[in-house]
């Protein structure tokens, strides 16, 4: 019981009721965080944006269980399980035809690819450096909101050492800080340059890129608003800052209901 007690004022959703669906129905298992976003993870805002985009049939599950390779989110179909969204991707494409990147040539199917692995690969880190190194006490705060401050300080310590050990392994960890936020404005230039004044990053209509950068740029814009990442794309690069908002407009009417339902989640379940 003690344990049990302890699990749910560290770990929300712990022992949350388990989610079933029907056949037909995609389950996305992600982690019950929210706060000035849906989803603190950009990976989770990116495959529920995607499923969006794809009018996908789906239901949430925010119970934290890890998929087979260890990492949330994940999703459930038909009896199937898949790890890593971009694998998820992949396998939503084909079951359910999706069509969003049809109209691409093959040039723009790898400057799409090129800068989806930019923002995964290298702008994803300077989010984590943001919170895990720079913005600890918020981080912390929001991580474990139910915790007492002794509970709160001591795990926020084991997340953040693993934390360090993977930008320190990915390179970014290595940077200095003035480094760090010089990498995340070039990032951001480019895609600021790319976008230009599209509505979407490869032209009119969106394409399966969008929910990548989508998943980041709504962290910076909404989540992190205290980050280097957010001044900049306030003062710099303006577009950004309205590409989210027509992405959030056409995808996510429910944002305000969406947050205020996985909020209450988080700080009760």
């Not at 770990?11 to 129905?25: R, S």
């Not at 989010?127 to 909101?145: C, E, G, H, Q």
């Not at 693993?162 to 480019?190: F, P, W």
Request: charged letters at 25%; hydrophobic letters at 40%.
């Amino acid at each position: 019981m003690l344990v049990r007690v302890f699990m749910k004022d560290i770990i929300p959703g712990a022992y949350a009721p388990k989610v079933t669906v029907p056949n037909g129905i995609v389950l996305l298992h992600q982690p019950p965080i929210s706060d000035g976003v849906p989803m603190i993870s950009n990976f989770a805002l990116k495959l529920e944006t995607y499923l969006r985009m794809a009018d996908i049939p789906y239901e949430n599950s925010f119970v934290p269980k890890n998929s087979s390779k260890g990492k949330i989110p994940w999703i459930e179909y038909n009896g199937k399980k898949i790890a890593d969204s971009n694998f998820c991707i992949s396998f939503l494409n084909k079951e359910f035809k999706v069509a969003l990147d049809d109209k691409l040539s093959k040039s723009e199917k790898a400057v799409s690819c090129a800068l989806k692995t930019m923002v995964e690969e290298n702008t994803y880190w300077t989010m984590v450096y943001y919170r895990w190194i720079d913005a600890t006490d918020l981080t912390s705060k929001r991580f474990f909101p139910r915790a007492s401050q002794r509970k709160r300080d001591f795990f926020f310590s084991m997340f953040q050492r693993t934390c360090k050990e993977q930008l320190n392994g990915h390179g970014m960890g290595r940077h200095k800080k003035e480094e760090v936020y010089s990498i995340a404005k070039k990032d951001l230039q480019t895609l600021s340059d790319y976008l230009d004044v599209k509505p979407f990053v490869m032209g009119q209509e969106p394409t399966a890129v969008d929910a990548t950068v989508f998943g980041l740029l709504a962290q910076f814009v909404w989540q992190d608003k205290g980050s280097p990442q957010n001044a900049a794309i306030h003062k710099d690069f303006k577009n950004l800052l309205d590409y989210c908002e027509r992405m959030k407009e056409r995808f996510w009417s429910d944002w305000d209901d969406a947050i205020a339902f996985r909020k209450k989640f988080h700080t009760e379940a």
